[in-house]
């Protein structure tokens, strides 16, 4: 049955066990990540199991779910699918980095400046112009920020460094990934699947240089406490990963891209908290002050951004919004089905991207009458 067709009672249950699985895995995942960090200091061996996890269980959920192959061009693996690759690899060693050496709470805070990126990069290599709401709106997301560290307990610049470079990282992700989906027409569960495997080429020789030289030349392979319980928790933590990825594309398949902007800043919020209470970071209320202040502007900020695209909405297509990385034609893509991911004939089509933490997400919209073009980041 078609999400369209189903009751709203019913809708509603599954939006909010959706969310509830969601939020639970992100805030877990989060939690393990730091545990595992604590107690054995290599960011690089989790980041790769956090990438054999997308190679190991999502091809069998594609064939499951009936995801279509897509032959991409030479030149974009050249061009994109490398340099994705290699941000995906780097922004995760990063993130972990981040992970290490600075609290959780503080380093989702930061991930909360992906706005300010977006925008910025945006202008660079797009040329793309906002409006006033959305620049007003980064606002509290960078006096949020700042007052977050400059009240942060625990902070090491480092930490900070790390991840502001993984939130670049991110950002570049998601400009470039939404040009790759909409060129191409692929799935971006597909998508994702590619980057992992190309992403591999990259994590395995840095896991060897970094870490298995390590554990080798100092033997800290043998003086790891609890190895087992340590390669049961990267276990877990890759899972978690591969499962927040599909989850969230699940709420977004079925939600509006407000809605699920929404859905996501909760969801920052419950993984800032529990993270403080089941870690216990030392923190100040003025430190807590700045990271809800971050997240609400992260809000505003898609806010301000629906806003502006319902209003492109009521204005007519123009020959620039059709190009094409090889030559301008209509984006197509497949009717909306009631299999999870459907294939059947081809039709013009409207996507709302919504940027995430870990990749990009295309809603497919159920209405044909304009082409859009638009970003959200949460």
Known sequence: MAAADRPPVKEGFRIVFLCVGWYTVSSGGNIVNKIILNGFPYPVTVSLFHIISIVVFLPPLLRAWG???????SKYYQWY???????KYFA????????????VSYAHTVKATMPIWVVLLSRIIMKEKQTTKVYVSLIPIIGG??????????????GLISALAATLCFS????????????TNIHHLRLLNILGFNAVIFMVPTWVLVDLSVFLVNGDLADVSGWTGTFVLLLISGFCNFAQNVIAFSVLNIVSPLSYAVANATKRIMVISISLLMLRNPVSLTNVMGMMTAIVGVFLYNKAKYDANKEKKKLPS????????DNPVLEKVQVNGSVPFPHGPEQQHNWNNVLTDHFQYSRQAYTTNYNSNHQYVV
């Open 67 to 73: 995801v279509p192959k897509t032959e991409l061009p």
């Open 81 to 87: 699918i490398l340099p994705l690759a290699f941000g």
């Open 92 to 103: 995760s060693v990063s993130a972990h980095f981040s992970i290490w050496k600075v609290p």
């Open 145 to 158: 920020v700042l007052l977050a560290t400059a009240t942060e307990l625990s902070f090491d610049v480092s």
């Open 172 to 183: 570049l992700q998601n400009i470039f990934s939404k040009k790759v989906l909409r060129d």
């Open 318 to 325: 123009t020959n620039q919004d059709l190009v094409s990385f």
